[in-house]
Structures are given as structure tokens and as C-alpha cells.
């Protein structure tokens, strides 16, 4: 009965040499097509554990979506073999979706011209929610994500932060197993982003939901996950700690300061060097595994500093240094999505 | 931990979760489901339709009178001729009732779904395929909107009127004729609604060409076939059955020969011709879902 049971924590999400190939129809001339196929994730295998919190990252294009949508039902493979609490995603898309939330940051999975509290009701009969469970979920939901004031706002006024904390909350309300989040902080502020942070982190200690998360933001990461993967060009680049990408990637962070007045780049020796000048702003780049403290000590003991700050180096970069460096771990493959 | 597996257990002990699914057929638990969605999803639209009563009211007056507006062209053309090719005015109006109700009942029920290919282009279809519901009737229950009642509610007067001024004699088999072309009309309209989302799948910009064979048939249905060309009549009998909507039952009501030199007893083969295009229409969907869901554009 319960359908769980013959799936290990270990392996709660569990994808094999999966892949999935699009036909491209390419106009060519008047009335003629060129097909040819394009490979949007080729051959991925990884496993996450029930309760892990997974970064899941990789340029424009790489595959992140694609795999989402494999691993949410909406897309089928066309190769390999995956699982998500057991089920097969793809054949029993309405059962998996009882056990599963997800949140694009792109588009809203709520009734846009209907007050957000609406959705939460049609959600609620929906998905068979027991009235003790929905309420207490939600009552949870309003008060950490601040969301008291938008019930009865319809979907549509929201601004883009408080869409997200609503979109979150209707994926929260059957207390799925798994939430995939894809770009859950894209265009949103600084407060909002750091609500949205705080809430996941709590949510995945406290419940154990599982959470995979794509993104385009590195702190993201750096706050909510021990892990992380990296796909490009459809292929599993990495799979690790946040700290060993900055190792094999040797990216390199950036330490902005704003000096009193215009003065010759800054020297710190081999730990730091200034790599733009603008008028008294200078930009100073350092690897990014290393802390930034005992350099800003420095700079600020020897010049006249009036404002800093630290800028995380992107993830193109990140990549783009992985490629550099030409690690064992880079396979990049022909074709692209 | 705890908590999660508290909910799940929960889910499952209220009687009508996944686990009875193994005990009702799985294509009548679809269909189930699919009703259950809808009925909820409609019921949502029309509270939020209804929380604005006067703005309602006026949707609907305003529906009315442009369709109303449609029947005063017909009234206006039989100001000038006193018959069309054929046929009285109470006969056309007995037309022009059944095939409003029909497309009325069909538009009301599944008109929403044009909107499959905008929600294919920009992305939106995918967020009701991670919901425990079928896509279908999501997608034509959105917007549920009761002011196209309007369009039925005038369909419903025309035909009355032509009921109440028509010297037919009455037999049982001709009353019983009435409501099944209505409802079987009905459900032809309502395949080839869903046959046109089907093939938007496909064609993303399609919304017109659905149209043209919904609201164009609508049109075409209102006059006799004996005012059009034979091919196009053999068009809409044996390519695109709206002829079953309600001219070969209608014509027999009527007591009026099918110009096509038809059997009798097709008057009465409309709902197994809508049941046929319903099951076309169904896989015509699951086909386009399918591929949607394996191209995902």
C-alpha cells in the first residue's frame, strides 16, 4: 500500500543515463527542412538522498530545464531510466504530482486573475488535502513567508517577490516529498530573496522535504545547499561540494572598494590583484576559495576606504574556468539545447 | 520527517485517494478525475464571476443581444423573400434553434480550450501538467464563463418559437428526435473542439481554423441544405459530419427529403456519429499530448 516503501532514502530520486533528444526542424529554403537532432541532456546519472537540498546549475540552454521537466512528468525521456519516490514520472504523471511541488520562478502555477487565496482553496480539494493538514500548512506558509496581506490580492497585482512567496506556498500546501524550485530568485530583491532563502532552509531541516534547485545565482547555493551539480551542454559536468566547483573551476571573486579619493592601484602581493580602475573605485580579483576578511583588513589598514563589497563570481564564469582549466571532469560534447 | 509521513498517511486513509484506483477502471478513473477537476475548477470561476453581480449581469445582457442581433439578419432577409430555398421561416428558425443550443452547450462546456496554443507558446501548459488532474479538463474549465449562456439562451427562445408556430404532426419518434440532436450536436461540436485544441498541439496559431468549422458550421447549420451547393453539402455529411448536428434530424421532424438521397433512419444515427467523433477526438488529444510531451513545444 505504501508506495514508498521499495524505495531506499539513499536513492529517492534516481536517474539513469538518462536523456532526452528534440528533432529540430530548421527552415533551409522555401518549404524545405533540415532536421537534425539536438541532445538537451545526454546521459545523466546521479542520485539524491530524501531530505538532501541540491544545487542544480549550469548556463542558459545546459539541460537544467529539461531535466526538471523530465523529473516533474511533464517531459518524457527518450532514454534511460528515472525515478522520483518510485514512480516513473512520465507514465504516472497525476500520482507523482500528489508527491511533488514545484515552482518555476518563470511563470506562476497560480489562477493569475483570481485573489491568490482562491488558488490555495482550489489546491486544497484539489490535491485531497485533509482540512487539518491545509490549514495548519498554510497558516505556516503566511506567517513565515509574511504573506497575511496578499490573500486577497488577485495573482496578477502581485509584485514579483510576493508572487514567488505565493507560488512557493501553493507548493507546499500537500506537503510534498520533493519540491523542485527552477530560478525560485530570479528578479527578486534583495529582502525577498533572503525570506525565500531563510523559509527553504527551515523547511528542509524541519520536514526533510527533498529540494532540488536550479539557478542562476550562486549564493542561492552557498546558502541553502551542500551540494551541488553542474550541467552544460547536456552532460553532467560536476558533482560535489559548492567549495571543490571553486577548486577545479579556480574562479575568482571580486572585491569592490570605494577609496576616499583617486589613488595607484592597490598591492597586496600575490593575494589579490586589481583587475579595473574607475576613478576612486577599484576592483580587486582573489580566488574564491580563500575569505575575503584578512584582505579587507589589509585594505583597510593601509588606504583610506570609505565603502566595500564582495561580488560572487557568476556561473558562467565558473564554467567558463572549468573549461579553462581543462579538469578530468570536462567531456564538453558536440550539440547544444 | 515525522510530520511528512503523518500527511501522507492521512492523504491516503480518506477513501478516494490513489489507492482505490486499482479497483475502478483506470480509463473510467481518468474520466472521473477529469469531472471532478473541472466541477471544481468552473465552480472557482463562476463564485469569482458572481463576487461581481452587476458587471456579470451585463456580460450576459450584452451576449444576448449580440447573438440576438444574429437572428434579426434572418428575421430581415425573410422580410424581403417568404421563403429560402424552400423553407419557411419556422422551419430556418428550427434550423438556427437546435444548431445555437448545440454550439451553445459546446462553447459553454469547452470553449476555453482555444487557449491550448497561447499555453503552449508561452510555456504556461506545462504548470498544468505538475497538478494531480488531467490536462483536459483543467484547461477547458479555465475561465469558465456563464455568460455564454447568452448564446443558449437564445438558441433556446428560437427554437421555442419555431416548436410553437411549426404544423408538425407529432409523432413519439420525432419528439425523442428533438433533445437527442440537440444533445448529440452537442457533442459533435464539442469533438471538434477538442480535435482543434488537438491539433494546436501541432500548429500553435490553429485557434482559426477550429473556429471556422465550430462557429462557421454554427452558421452554415442555420440555413436549409437545399440553398447550397451539393459538394459542400457532401462535405459537412461524409468529411466533417456536422450534417448529423441537426439537418438530417431536423429534416425529418420537418418531413423533408435529405437532398443527398440519404436513408430515412440516418435522422437517427447522430449520436452514434458524435460518439465516433468523440473517440476520434480523444485520441486526436492524447496524441498531441503525447507529442507535446516529448517535444515539449
Given at each position: 500500500?505504501?508506495?514508498?516503501?521499495?524505495?531506499?532514502?539513499?536513492?529517492?530520486?534516481?536517474?539513469?543515463?538518462?536523456?532526452?533528444?528534440?528533432?529540430?526542424?530548421?527552415?533551409?529554403?522555401?518549404?524545405?527542412?533540415?532536421?537534425?537532432?539536438?541532445?538537451?541532456?545526454?546521459?545523466?546519472?546521479?542520485?539524491?538522498?530524501?531530505?538532501?537540498?541540491?544545487?542544480?546549475?549550469?548556463?542558459?540552454?545546459?539541460?537544467?530545464?529539461?531535466?526538471?521537466?523530465?523529473?516533474?512528468?511533464?517531459?518524457?525521456?527518450?532514454?534511460?531510466?528515472?525515478?522520483?519516490?518510485?514512480i516513473?514520472?512520465?507514465?504516472?504523471?497525476?500520482?507523482?504530482?500528489?508527491?511533488?511541488?514545484?515552482v518555476?520562478?518563470?511563470?506562476?502555477?497560480?489562477?493569475?486573475?483570481?485573489?491568490?487565496?482562491?488558488?490555495?482553496?482550489?489546491?486544497?480539494?484539489?490535491?485531497?488535502?485533509?482540512?487539518?493538514r491545509y490549514?495548519?500548512?498554510?497558516?505556516?506558509?503566511?506567517?513565515?513567508?509574511?504573506?497575511?496581506?496578499?490573500?486577497?490580492?488577485?495573482v496578477?497585482?502581485?509584485?514579483?517577490?510576493?508572487?514567488?512567496?505565493?507560488?512557493?506556498?501553493?507548493?507546499?500546501?500537500?506537503?510534498?516529498?520533493?519540491?523542485?524550485?527552477?530560478e525560485?530568485?530570479?528578479?527578486?530583491?534583495?529582502?525577498?530573496k533572503?525570506?525565500?532563502?531563510?523559509?527553504?532552509?527551515?523547511?528542509?531541516?524541519?520536514?526533510?522535504?527533498?529540494?532540488?534547485?536550479?539557478?542562476?545565482?550562486?549564493?542561492?547555493?552557498?546558502?541553502?545547499?551542500?551540494?551541488v551539480?553542474?550541467?552544460?551542454?547536456?552532460?553532467?559536468?560536476?558533482?560535489?561540494?559548492?567549495?571543490?566547483?571553486?577548486?577545479?573551476?579556480?574562479?575568482?571573486?571580486?572585491?569592490?572598494?570605494?577609496?576616499?579619493?583617486?589613488?595607484?592601484?592597490?598591492?597586496?602581493?600575490?593575494?589579490?590583484?586589481?583587475?579595473r580602475?574607475?576613478?576612486?573605485?577599484?576592483?580587486?580579483?582573489?580566488?574564491?576559495?580563500?575569505?575575503?576578511a584578512?584582505?579587507?583588513?589589509?585594505?583597510?589598514?593601509?588606504?583610506?576606504?570609505?565603502?566595500?563589497?564582495?561580488?560572487?563570481?557568476?556561473?558562467?564564469?565558473?564554467?567558463?574556468?572549468?573549461?579553462?582549466?581543462?579538469?578530468?571532469?570536462?567531456?564538453?560534447?558536440?550539440?547544444?539545447? | 520527517?515525522?510530520?511528512?509521513?503523518?500527511?501522507?498517511?492521512?492523504?491516503?486513509?480518506?477513501?478516494?485517494?490513489?489507492?482505490?484506483?486499482?479497483?475502478?477502471?483506470?480509463a473510467?478513473?481518468?474520466?472521473?478525475?477529469?469531472?471532478?477537476?473541472?466541477?471544481?475548477?468552473?465552480?472557482?470561476?463562476?463564485?469569482?464571476?458572481?463576487?461581481?453581480?452587476?458587471?456579470?449581469?451585463?456580460?450576459?445582457?450584452?451576449?444576448?443581444?449580440?447573438?440576438?442581433?444574429?437572428?434579426?439578419?434572418?428575421?430581415?432577409?425573410?422580410?424581403?423573400?417568404?421563403?429560402?430555398?424552400?423553407?419557411?421561416?419556422?422551419?430556418?428558425?428550427?434550423?438556427?434553434?437546435?444548431?445555437?443550443?448545440?454550439l451553445?452547450?459546446?462553447?459553454?462546456?469547452l470553449?476555453?480550450?482555444?487557449?491550448?496554443?497561447?499555453?503552449?507558446?508561452?510555456?504556461?501548459?506545462?504548470?498544468?501538467?505538475?497538478?494531480?488532474?488531467?490536462?483536459?479538463?483543467?484547461?477547458?474549465?479555465?475561465?469558465?464563463?456563464?455568460?455564454?449562456?447568452?448564446?443558449?439562451?437564445?438558441?433556446?427562445?428560437?427554437?421555442?418559437?419555431?416548436?410553437v408556430?411549426?404544423?408538425?404532426?407529432?409523432?413519439p419518434?420525432?419528439?425523442?428526435?428533438?433533445?437527442?440532436?440537440?444533445?448529440?450536436?452537442?457533442?459533435?461540436?464539442?469533438?471538434?473542439?477538442?480535435?482543434?485544441?488537438?491539433?494546436?498541439?501541432?500548429?500553435?496559431?490553429?485557434?482559426?481554423?477550429?473556429?471556422?468549422?465550430?462557429?462557421?458550421?454554427?452558421?452554415?447549420?442555420?440555413?436549409?441544405?437545399?440553398?447550397f451547393?451539393?459538394?459542400?453539402?457532401?462535405?459537412?455529411?461524409?468529411?466533417?459530419?456536422?450534417?448529423?448536428?441537426?439537418?438530417?434530424?431536423?429534416?425529418?421532424?420537418?418531413?423533408?427529403?435529405?437532398?443527398?438521397?440519404?436513408?430515412?433512419?440516418l435522422?437517427?444515427?447522430?449520436?452514434?456519429?458524435?460518439?465516433?467523433?468523440?473517440?476520434?477526438?480523444?485520441?486526436?488529444?492524447r496524441?498531441?499530448?503525447?507529442?507535446?510531451?516529448?517535444?515539449?513545444?
Amino acid at each position: 500500500m505504501n508506495d514508498s516503501s521499495d524505495v531506499r532514502d539513499e536513492e529517492f530520486i534516481r536517474l539513469d543515463g538518462v536523456e532526452k533528444v528534440f528533432d529540430v526542424r530548421r527552415r533551409t529554403g522555401f518549404l524545405r527542412r533540415e532536421k537534425h537532432q539536438v541532445r538537451a541532456v545526454d546521459s545523466i546519472s546521479f542520485r539524491v538522498a530524501r531530505g538532501e537540498m541540491v544545487g542544480y546549475i549550469g548556463p542558459n540552454g545546459a539541460g537544467k530545464s529539461t531535466t526538471i521537466k523530465m523529473l516533474t512528468g511533464i517531459l518524457t525521456p527518450s532514454g534511460g531510466r528515472l525515478r522520483v519516490a518510485g514512480i516513473d514520472p512520465s507514465r504516472e504523471r497525476t500520482r507523482l504530482a500528489q508527491r511533488i511541488g514545484v515552482v518555476f520562478g518563470q511563470r506562476t502555477t497560480l489562477w493569475w486573475d483570481l485573489p491568490l487565496i482562491d488558488s490555495y482553496r482550489l489546491m486544497h480539494r484539489m490535491y485531497r488535502i485533509p482540512d487539518a493538514r491545509y490549514r495548519a500548512n498554510l497558516d505556516r506558509c503566511i506567517e513565515l513567508l509574511d504573506m497575511s496581506e496578499l490573500l486577497e490580492v488577485p495573482v496578477r497585482q502581485l509584485s514579483l517577490g510576493q508572487r514567488m512567496r505565493g507560488d512557493i506556498a501553493a507548493a507546499l500546501l500537500h506537503d510534498p516529498d520533493v519540491l523542485y524550485l527552477d530560478e525560485p530568485t530570479i528578479g527578486l530583491d534583495v529582502v525577498s530573496k533572503a525570506k525565500v532563502r531563510e523559509f527553504l532552509r527551515e523547511l528542509n531541516a524541519e520536514r526533510g522535504t527533498t529540494v532540488l534547485l536550479t539557478t542562476h545565482d550562486l549564493t542561492d547555493i552557498e546558502q541553502l545547499c551542500r551540494r551541488v551539480m553542474v550541467i552544460d551542454h547536456g552532460r553532467l559536468m560536476y558533482d560535489g561540494a559548492l567549495s571543490g566547483l571553486h577548486e577545479v573551476g579556480e574562479s575568482e571573486r571580486t572585491l569592490v572598494v570605494d577609496l576616499e579619493r583617486e589613488l595607484p592601484p592597490i598591492d597586496l602581493g600575490p593575494s589579490a590583484r586589481v583587475v579595473r580602475v574607475e576613478g576612486p573605485r577599484q576592483w580587486l580579483a582573489f580566488p574564491a576559495s580563500e575569505s575575503a576578511a584578512p584582505l579587507v583588513a589589509r585594505v583597510a589598514a593601509d588606504y583610506p576606504l570609505v565603502d566595500l563589497s564582495v561580488r560572487e563570481p557568476d556561473i558562467e564564469a565558473v564554467i567558463a574556468n572549468m573549461y579553462a582549466s581543462g579538469g578530468d571532469l570536462l567531456q564538453p560534447q558536440a550539440g547544444n539545447s | 520527517m515525522g510530520e511528512v509521513a503523518a500527511g501522507a498517511d492521512e492523504r491516503r486513509t480518506d477513501g478516494v485517494g490513489p489507492v482505490t484506483d486499482g479497483i475502478r477502471g483506470q480509463a473510467g478513473s481518468r474520466l472521473m478525475d477529469g469531472l471532478r477537476a473541472y466541477r471544481m475548477i468552473a465552480a472557482m470561476w463562476i463564485r469569482s464571476t458572481m463576487a461581481y453581480r452587476a458587471s456579470f449581469a451585463m456580460t450576459v445582457v450584452t451576449d444576448f443581444a449580440v447573438t440576438a442581433l444574429d437572428f434579426a439578419a434572418i428575421l430581415l432577409m425573410f422580410s424581403q423573400v417568404d421563403v429560402l430555398g424552400g423553407y419557411t421561416l419556422p422551419e430556418v428558425a428550427l434550423l438556427y434553434g437546435t444548431a445555437g443550443i448545440s454550439l451553445g452547450l459546446a462553447d459553454l462546456a469547452l470553449g476555453s480550450i482555444e487557449q491550448l496554443g497561447l499555453r503552449v507558446r508561452d510555456g504556461t501548459l506545462d504548470t498544468l501538467l505538475v497538478r494531480p488532474a488531467p490536462v483536459l479538463a483543467q484547461i477547458a474549465a479555465d475561465r469558465f464563463a456563464l455568460r455564454r449562456l447568452g448564446r443558449l439562451t437564445q438558441g433556446l427562445l428560437v427554437l421555442g418559437y419555431a416548436l410553437v408556430v411549426l404544423d408538425i404532426a407529432w409523432t413519439p419518434l420525432k419528439v425523442l428526435l428533438i433533445p437527442l440532436m440537440v444533445l448529440s450536436g452537442a457533442a459533435i461540436f464539442a469533438a471538434v473542439f477538442v480535435a482543434g485544441a488537438a491539433f494546436q498541439f501541432f500548429a500553435q496559431d490553429a485557434a482559426e481554423v477550429q473556429s471556422s468549422f465550430t462557429y462557421g458550421g454554427n452558421t452554415l447549420l442555420r440555413y436549409p441544405p437545399t440553398v447550397f451547393s451539393k459538394d459542400l453539402v457532401r462535405g459537412v455529411t461524409f468529411v466533417m459530419p456536422l450534417a448529423f448536428v441537426n439537418w438530417l434530424p431536423a429534416l425529418y421532424v420537418l418531413g423533408r427529403p435529405y437532398p443527398l438521397d440519404l436513408p430515412q433512419w440516418l435522422a437517427f444515427a447522430s449520436p452514434l456519429v458524435a460518439a465516433v467523433c468523440c473517440a476520434l477526438a480523444g485520441a486526436a488529444w492524447r496524441v498531441g499530448l503525447r507529442s507535446y510531451r516529448s517535444t515539449g513545444s
